[in-house]
């Protein structure tokens, strides 16, 4: 991909000076003193200038860090044309370290809106991008319409991209469309098609899809209860990293949810929790030792060596 660099980023350079002739005139031949009072009393055509200035050096001391935070300002109002100057930022390391990743979405954020420059280097963008990661692209793009931290929030285009990665069998994109709706963001609440979502998002091994349908089963929450179901669910989503779901087991075989009580089986699940930096495993098992003999407790630290080795540590806790 970066093979594709030194074209794009020619053009990028001449598409930044084209974008920065073509404001209006009312901001862009503005000095530099009244572009600053405009863009720090929120005026986003102001603060993409103002970036576009800091970026090449105009009227003030060139600053790509500078550029990205004022392009930030005016993308957090909607205002497209930074979208396309954020995403040649990341392309090109102006500012911030480069990120193909990042670039994607500032293009795709562009292009959605319209923009002829974000389209055009989208698609160069997405020659060196498998379909994998044009699904994660797609699925960035709409978490940013989706939170509306960084753009102006909007379901509608949420529900557009997650669709788009989802149909790309992207586990994640799955999963946040039966969180849509769930909540009813954007489209009537539908329990029933946020099943359907989840489901097919825990089918293609998104693990925390995998334990929502687990604890869905598990109380009986707009499904049968399942506990045999549940437990098993449990335990794929504790072989792929999701504490909260070695908790759930501990819990189960605590209460004898389900199957005969084993209070010391459960120690060992609250052992492994706590092991990978959990907090409430932590107190769940100091509680819980407090309650059992010392002979039941060592047995439980035996036993929590098995469970950890069939469990996946937290993605956080992974050292390169």
């Known amino acids: ?45 102001a603060q993409n200038e103002l970036g576009v200035r800091y970026r090449l050096g105009n009227d003030v001391e060139k600053s790509p860090t500078k550029a990205v935070q004022w392009y930030l300002k005016a993308a957090r109002q909607g205002y497209s044309r930074a979208y396309f100057n954020l995403g040649t930022a990341y392309y090109n390391g102006d500012g911030v370290n480069v990120n193909d990743s990042e670039s994607c979405v500032w293009f795709t954020l562009a292009a959605d809106a319209g923009d002829e420059h974000g389209q055009e280097a989208l698609a160069r963008t997405r020659q060196g991008f498998t379909a994998p990661q044009v699904a994660d692209c797609e699925v960035s793009a709409a978490t940013a319409y989706l939170s509306g931290n960084l753009i102006k929030q909007d379901y509608g285009r949420a529900l557009h991209w997650y669709q788009e990665a989802a149909d790309a069998k992207n586990g994640l994109a ?98 492994v929790a706590a092991q990978f930096g959990n907090p409430d495993g932590r107190a769940l098992a100091d509680k819980l030792s407090a309650q059992l003999t010392p002979k039941q407790v060592a047995a439980a630290k035996d036993a929590s060596k098995r469970i950890a080795l069939l469990s996946k540590p937290p993605l956080a806790l992974v050292k390169k």
């Open 174 to 271: 799955c999963e946040r469309l039966a969180y849509m709706y769930q909540r009813g963001l954007g489209v009537p609440p539908d329990p029933q098609e946020s099943l359907k979502w989840l489901k097919r998002s825990a089918d293609l091994r998104y693990v925390p899809a995998i334990y929502e349908l687990g604890y869905m089963y598990d109380k009986g929450m707009g499904v049968p209860r399942d506990i045999v179901k549940a437990k098993k669910m449990y335990e794929l989503a504790a072989a792929g990293g999701q504490v909260e779901a070695l908790l759930a087991l501990g819990d189960m075989y605590e209460q004898g949810r389900g199957f005969k009580q084993d209070r010391q089986e459960a120690l060992a699940y609250y052992f």
């Open 1 to 45: 991909m970066r093979a594709l660099a030194l074209a794009l980023a020619l053009t990028v350079v001449l598409l930044i000076a084209s974008l920065h002739a073509q404001q209006t005139k009312s901001v862009g031949n503005l000095p530099v003193a009244e572009l600053e009072r405009l863009a720090e009393n929120g005026d986003p055509a």
